[in-house]
């Protein structure tokens, strides 16, 4: 009879090859020789026959062998063999029960021949769904290329999927996605995010590869809200993870605790006394069998608890033992680490309730086991060494908010721990030897914002003043930050060159805490002033106090000063006026700028931004230009990425929506500052309006919106990029609210109340101020509201902007009140308007001009004139998303045009924007 084929012998014939020679074993390769090793290694000479030619011995004896080979392998520079299945199953017979071992063997089996085994199993909270799925998780990491993911589902679902997304490569999706949830929303769109949330990890598992190990519980929450359904119906876990267990083209063994709508599954059934045993024995080897004994009676036939107690008692003897995996424990562990810091380990058990949010009692047995009760309505931790290093901040706000004022340590330490910068100075200047109780501090407060750090300077000073410390190195540096001395001429100019270095790199900041008193400035000769002044424009300028800025220029330009700082001033001259309007003299003075690298990219760059904001199209060369040469003069990166980001505006407003992409999302890596990158996502926000993709838009912009809100950087130029980050998040929602995506043209007759609302409001807003983008910012507010209201309101809201002084700010404003003109009836004065316009080069005034004027002729009856009009469209450079909302916008207005169509299912709207956005 032939000798069986094992996976054994199967390794060997590969090695062979790669062993050659003899040692003192005998000849390198041979039976005898392999069982000369096996013996050194501790085996059994014997049994390396039978595993290899029968697959007989017992599992210790063929671990071991494996390991044999396997060094083997690795030492002739070979990957080592996969561990045959069946070594997984001996090992695993010793914990699992039989149901449990079919269920392991079938999937580990079908894996190993290459199949994709996908298995749902049910079973209640004691019935060893994680023991399964424990066996299964150390097989397959022992497999190349097998390593699975884990997901453990219960609560609060984000706490596990954020984790996974992200090692997915797709945690900022994930994010996005999430942040989109909101209590207020239809239950049904709450249902079609959280079936995103889920299409995205189907997406990216199917892309690894790898297997996925699942185990839920009955029911979860995402960010705190229900579970639902395509349709919006509240969904149990099982039912809920359905659709996305469908969606899988990878291994997969998922563990519920419910049985799922309709997918097949295998029940699973408690564990028998003696395979409990079995459990512990594996995993707690030394474990004396009295204890043994003690944690099978505590846990009773629940394998959870069971399971948990036998982590808790791993973890005694090693601190490295996972115990924030289990999701029961974690809560409690987190609370425990946030709660009980190692100066005042004690604290009442009311707080830890508050936190978990459920009386003591019903703790677990392992849960109880982490507490120790120290009398007086006291708890703190049984074992120190089992908690995590750091807790979240809410459960440090939660302590802050508990303990009154009169335990001081207490309320530093968790003011500290929670972030609350405020609170924590409040109390230390009340008392500054109160520092004494948070060593450190003043190193780790470097990175707070400039008003902290000063306060706190004043604390350290005072403090290590009372002890004599005025040499500590601590009182030094907050004496530096404070210190706000006159200092002689040439020190008074080095400060202001050290401020224009700073200026150039875009750290604004660092410049005015550099800058000296205007008034030090006359110690200076007349080109030393230049500077100084040059370098005061370009902090207030950053500040959002254009006025202040242009007086620092004016004075600057007024004095003689060497040549080589005109093309400085002229640059400075350029920029205020643009800022205030002066758009000639802007133009005249920024063309002059023509030497200095990093001078000429910015001088061109703002002649773009220019020209973008009177609709010209040269705007784009000259952007381009700028960008180059800022990126070629190595200017900061924060500088690239507000100009990058600033292209991606102009690049939508053409209509090129893949390059503004494109430049967006570079600008986004690019952003280095708070301030930037919110500034970058408010852009990126509107192109997203634009491309008609609402919750990718209001991701972006809610971000955005909460940053400048809550900042105390720049306070002017704050408020403007939160009013007009406001503006966009109305854009947003008359996108989905309306379908109207922020994309020319525009017409009105639509509902959308939430987006109504924060204009309306935005309106109020907007301060009374003459500069040039608070009035751009006026009439935007307006053309889109305009658009929500009856035309008479309409009209009213756009008159008073009809003459403005900015050509393609008054041509806008001329569209849009023509528009709403055409929707009053007076369609002779609509076209009036439209004859009587400028000549356009800014393809969105194109657009909106021309469905006025189809509009116009319609309703007057001249249907011929109209539809020529239209067909022009079709073969113009108009951008082809233009032209498709051209046909969207006049679908819904023309049901004539209806019978100029081929026949299609499509609707008009769609029918009519597809034809004039294909040309052929």
Not at 136 to 155: I, V
Not at 276 to 297: D, G, I, K, S
Not at 599 to 612: I, S, T
């Amino acid at each position: 009879m032939p000798e069986a084929n094992t996976p054994w012998l199967r390794y060997l014939e590969d090695l062979r090859p790669h062993l050659r020679g003899r040692d003192h074993r005998g000849k390198r390769g041979s039976l005898r020789w392999l069982e000369a090793l096996m013996a050194e290694r501790g085996g059994k000479a014997g049994t390396v026959r039978n595993i290899l030619y029968k697959d007989l011995g017992s599992p210790e004896e063929k671990e071991r062998l494996y390991g044999v080979i396997a060094d083997l392998y690795q030492e002739a520079g070979l990957p080592p063999p996969p561990p045959p299945a069946e070594l997984f199953l001996e090992s695993a017979r010793k914990t699992l029960g039989r149901d449990k071992r079919r269920i392991f063997r079938r999937f580990l089996k079908e894996l190993e021949a290459g199949g994709r085994p996908q298995m749902v199993v049910v079973g209640g909270p004691a019935t060893g769904k994680g023991v399964l799925l424990g066996a299964l998780s150390r097989a397959l990491s022992a497999l190349p290329g097998k390593e699975p993911f884990l997901l453990n589902l219960g609560g609060e679902l984000a706490q596990a999927l954020v984790p996974l997304a992200e090692s997915l490569g797709a945690g900022e999706e994930m994010r996005s996605l999430l942040a989109q949830l909101s209590p207020t929303q239809p239950y049904i769109l709450q249902g079609a995010l959280e079936q995103e949330v889920l299409t995205l990890l189907a997406r990216g598992l199917n892309r690894e590869g790898r297997p996925l190990l699942l185990r839920a519980e009955v029911e979860g929450t995402l960010e705190g809200l229900p579970l639902r359904g395509p349709d919006g119906t509240h969904k149990g876990l099982a039912a809920w993870l359905e659709p996305f267990l469908k969606g899988l083209s990878i291994p997969y063994l998922a563990a519920l605790s419910e049985p799922p709508p309709t997918l097949p599954y295998q029940p699973l059934s408690p564990p028998s006394r003696e395979e409990a045993r079995r459990f512990v024995r594996e995993r707690l080897p030394h474990l004396p069998p009295e204890r043994l004994e003690a944690l099978v009676n505590q846990a009773g036939r629940n394998f959870g608890e069971l399971s948990r107690l036998v982590l808790l008692e791993a973890a005694k003897h090693d601190p490295k033992t996972p115990l924030q995996d289990d999701p029961a424990l974690k809560p409690l562990l987190l609370a425990l680490a946030a709660f009980s810091p190692e100066a005042d380990p004690a604290f009442p058990a009311e707080l830890l309730e508050k936190a978990l949010g459920k009386p003591l009692e019903r703790l677990s047995q392992a849960e109880r086991a982490l507490l120790d009760w120290v009398g007086e309505g006291l708890v703190r931790p049984a074992l120190r060494s089992l908690l995590p290093q750091e807790a979240p901040k809410e459960l440090h706000r939660l302590a802050l908010a508990f303990f009154p004022k009169e335990n001081l340590f207490r309320k530093l330490h968790h003011a500290y721990k929670a972030g609350e910068t405020r609170i924590l100075l409040d109390l230390l200047q009340e008392d500054p030897a109160r520092l004494a109780l948070l060593p450190g501090l003043w190193q780790e407060a470097q990175a707070w914002p400039r008003e902290d750090l000063e306060a706190l300077a004043g604390v350290v000073v005072r403090y290590r003043a009372v002890l004599g410390q005025y040499a500590h190195p601590e009182a030094e540096e907050a004496l530096r930050v404070l210190s706000e001395a006159p200092n002689p001429s040439l020190r008074t100019w080095a400060r202001i060159k050290r401020a224009e270095a700073k200026a150039d790199a875009a750290l604004y900041k660092e410049a005015e805490e550099l800058l000296p008193p205007k008034e030090d400035l006359k110690l200076l000769d007349d080109t030393a002033q230049a500077e100084g002044l040059l370098v005061m424009a370009a902090v207030e300028r950053w500040k959002g106090d254009y006025e202040r800025a242009a007086r620092f220029v004016e004075e600057a330009e007024g004095l003689p000063m060497a040549p080589f700082l005109r093309d400085r001033v002229q640059l400075w001259r350029g920029l205020v006026a643009k800022d205030l309007g002066r758009y000639t003299e802007a133009l005249t003075a920024l063309a002059q700028v023509g030497h200095d690298p990093l001078l000429l990219g910015r001088a061109r760059y703002q002649m773009g931004d220019l020209l973008m904001r009177l609709g010209r199209l040269e705007a784009k060369e000259r952007m381009e230009e700028g960008l180059k040469a800022l990126e070629e003069a190595g200017a900061p990166k924060d500088e690239v990425a507000r100009v990058r980001a600033r292209y991606a505006t102009l690049l939508r407003r053409l209509g090129l929506y893949k390059e503004a992409e494109s430049a967006i999302r570079k600008a986004l890596d690019e952003a280095e500052d708070p301030f930037t990158r919110a500034r970058v996502e408010s852009e990126a926000g509107i192109l997203e309006v634009a491309r008609g993709r609402p919750f990718e838009a209001l991701a972006l912009l809610q971000r955005a919106e909460t940053y400048f809100r809550h900042t105390e950087e720049r306070p002017k130029e704050a408020r403007y990029r939160h009013l007009r980050t406001l503006f966009r998040l109305g854009a947003a929602y008359l996108l989905l609210e309306a379908g109207q995506p922020y994309r020319a043209p525009f017409l009105g007759g639509l509902e959308a109340p939430t987006a109504r609302r924060l204009l309306e409001h935005l309106l109020r807003e907007i301060p009374e101020e003459a500069t040039d983008r608070y009035t751009a910012l006026r009439l935007d507010t307006a053309s889109l509201l305009a658009l929500l209201l009856p035309p008479t309101e309409g009209k009213a809201l756009l008159k008073p902007l009809l003459d403005l002084d900015n050509p393609y700010l008054r041509a806008q404003a001329r569209l849009g009140y023509a528009e709403a003109l055409v929707r009053e009836g007076s369609l002779g004065e609509a076209l009036a308007q439209i004859v009587a316009l400028p000549r356009l080069e800014d393809p969105g005034l194109l657009a909106q001009a021309r469905a006025v004027e189809v509009l116009a002729l319609l309703g007057l009856g001249e249907k011929e004139a109209a539809w020529h009009k239209l067909s022009e469209v079709r073969q113009s450079p108009l951008p082809e998303p233009f032209r498709f909302q051209l046909g969207r916008a006049l679908g819904r207005f023309c049901p004539e045009l209806q019978r100029r169509l081929p026949s299609t299912p499509l609707a008009l709207p769609e029918a009519l924007g597809f034809l004039l956005a294909n040309p052929d």
